[in-house]
């Protein structure tokens, strides 16, 4: 195989088929030579197995000599010749990776030039001015990019010129000055290096393509690979092609073009444009740009040319493409291609408009709604579904990205000020090192949260996405200190605005602007089509515990409750104190009383929650989470027994406190291990929803009520455990003629109960698969610690590929998980299969549980809309741009 390919190279298949091999940039710059025949400058792509040979292990054999032959060829093809005394061939060398990649190494133009073909370049174009301008920028460019020296030892000399010059416009400055900058910078680069500038243009193109090989592994790049989950083994390409100049002179010009409006997603095409002007120049921002219009009034030839460009590539690509374009001496160039970012809105309208076609006569085209499905994103739905940051503006910290939307409003640093606030009419950012149950009364009221420790299934992170609320979690650099934050240089106090972007993670001083939420018309008809296709496929069902978030769940289209967390009910604090009460119960008669109580308010929850969701299926989990979550900290009674004294009812919690404390609670005393010791609680659970079930009956509602038993890990766990709830289940139906529908079953969220599927399915109706415990015990990753200290260092040094609690972990969770879906239908084949994990709600994940059999995903209420669309995507098999 070789390592290099020009750009008119025969593949087997279209070009751009092969981004891993010539990258993203290169497979079109070869599409757009060899098969749509363009005009493109030629050139040739080194491609990513180079860049992988040679990080591994330096520089291939056999490298040198392939691109000797390609810049023959070259040379041949456009009648010039690298480093040509008298009319030298120039190339520009540009990195390209699969997915582009800001953080690479950026492009270098003009290289070939030296201190004999510039003279030659002045020669042939008649324009020393011209010459030693593009070699200064050459010179600087190079010395910048590849030889890593400081910029600013090449601006100052450039603005001393300009100054003695008396000149303020660069274009101003004579070929004389030019020439003596160039002088110049080749003792900059002298004194920076101690090497003289390389002259020999051969030596110039290895040294740029081994800065963008190595550019790869730069902190920029690894940073951006992390956030963008790009694999850090997929290496970079590098782009070698002729130049043309833009800049030449005022029949020249260069300019960005998008086929469709990539903002609103109006199919009508855009572009910025500049006459007499380079590369960079455009996006730059240093001269004002011109629009399609001005294009046409200078060129209106050129004009026509580039919109049938822009049509056909359209038709091409089936896509919104944008592109860049010079125009030399008037000529037009294609310089890139590409599938076109857009907002998520455009997404929406591009999506749904080229499903009824576009273009002219035989060159029509559309497609179809499948297609259409695959052209939108999570992240595209997120943008149209939670108010976003807009504007510039510079993040003090980072955090994960824990819940999407922006929020903006002044910092608390507990629940009871976020409170506090929020009723004198503030807007409330709650700012803590974690939120506990404890929190909730002061996250229910803010816009936003950030945390600075904590992953993305910690408990601010769950509840807020459960809320829609804007949250970023695990921001280290944020250092709490009493009523005030650190984070850098910074320092926000209590009351101090803040934005905080839930998207990105980022965190910012000040009020930036919000752009508010609205999804256009287009997203339910986008969101309609994935609801026919997955239909009797793959089900969405919501995790909610309230009539309120199930109601919300509805109308976002979930079509059941596959988790309803009982434990959320005993946090209200009206409930704590009798929760507390049968914890602390010494008699039996003490803990009878503490549960009839809990009887009364559970019935009344559940009896919202079913008929929120009447008709579709309630998965109801019985009480999970170790019982000390609702005693008070051990830490704060123990201070106040020091400083004020403790009341004898604080003694008591104290006492039971500590009975209850265990050194990892997370693999402790929960689940239906609570329910083996304390089988009562369980039972006026299940008497609460039948109660509650069987009052709707009466009232006409069809309530679908399935009960769940958490962490079970053996068949005689959950026969014991199913045995409690069938005898509620007898004792309530006795003599009843039409009796709610109520099935049995469990979650499946340790190894071992994914092992033994087959057993567990047994005496199981169903199964829920509980992704974050498994995740958690499978990895054996504390979720609460290890997201925000390790999983960093662990990304960046490619030890995982992706977070695992973010995206299902394919090879190991994801296996488990695939082995309990088909040991469990061995038993039993009508064995019905959810997902209840924060999993349910990440498109690669969705995919897996699709592949793996399961009926269901079960997510947020919020991700319920993204869920939809994965869950369609995952059945027609499109990939989604977001998986990389
Ligand atoms: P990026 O990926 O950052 O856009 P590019 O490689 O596309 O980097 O190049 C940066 C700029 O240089 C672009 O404006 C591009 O049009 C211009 N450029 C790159 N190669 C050439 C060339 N051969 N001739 C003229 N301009 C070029
Ligand atoms: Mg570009
Ligand atoms: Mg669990």
Redesign the pocket.
Known sequence: MPYVYAFDHKHRRPPMEYKDLLGG?GANLAEMTSVLKLPV?G?FTISTDACRAYLAGGWPAGLDDEIAAQVAKLEDQMGRKLGDPDDPLL??V???AKF?MPGMM??V?NLGLNDKSVKGLAASTGDERFAYDSYRRFISMYGRIVLDIDGALFEHPFEEAKKSAGVSNDAELTASALKALCTEYKAVVKSATGKAFPQDPIKQLRGAVEAVFSSWNGARAIAYRVRERISHDLGTAV?V??????NRDDNSG?G?GFTRNAATGENKPYGDFLVNA???D??AGIRNTEDLDALKKHFPAIHGELLDIFARLERHYQDMCDT?F?IEQGKL?M??TRIGKRTGAAALRMAVDMTKGSGKGDKRWKISKAEALGRVTADHLDQVLHPQLTGDFTAIAKGLAASPGAAVGKVYFTADEAEAAAARGEDVILVRNETSPEDVHGMMVSKGILTSRGGLVSHAAVVARGWGTPAVVGAESVKISGKQFTAGNATVKEGDVISIDGSSGEVIVGAVELKNAEPPAEFNTILGWADQIRRGKLGVRANADTGEDATVARELGAEGIGLCRTEHMFLAPDRLPVVRKMILASTPDEENEALAELLDVQRADFTEVLSAMDGLPVTVRLLDPPLHEFLPSIEELHIKQATSGLSSEEQKLLAAAETWAEHNPMIGTRGVRLGVIKPKLYGMQVRALLEAAKNLRKQGKNPIVEVMIPLTVTREELALARGWVQEEIDRANKGVKNPPNVTIGTMIETPRAAVRADEIAEVSDFFSFGTNDLTQMTFGFSRDDVESRMMPAYLEQGLLKRNPFETIDQSGVGELVKLGAERGRATDKKLKLGVCGEHGGDPESIALFYEAGLDYVSCSPFRVPIARLAAAQAVVGASTSTTK
Do not use: H, I, Y
Not at 241 to 246: C, I, K, R, S
């Open positions: 940039k400058p050139g190339v520009s540009r990195s390209g582009s950026d492009t133009l782009n092609q002729a130049m043309v100049f833009g260069t960005v380079q590369g960079e455009v996006v860049e010079t160039w310089l890139q």
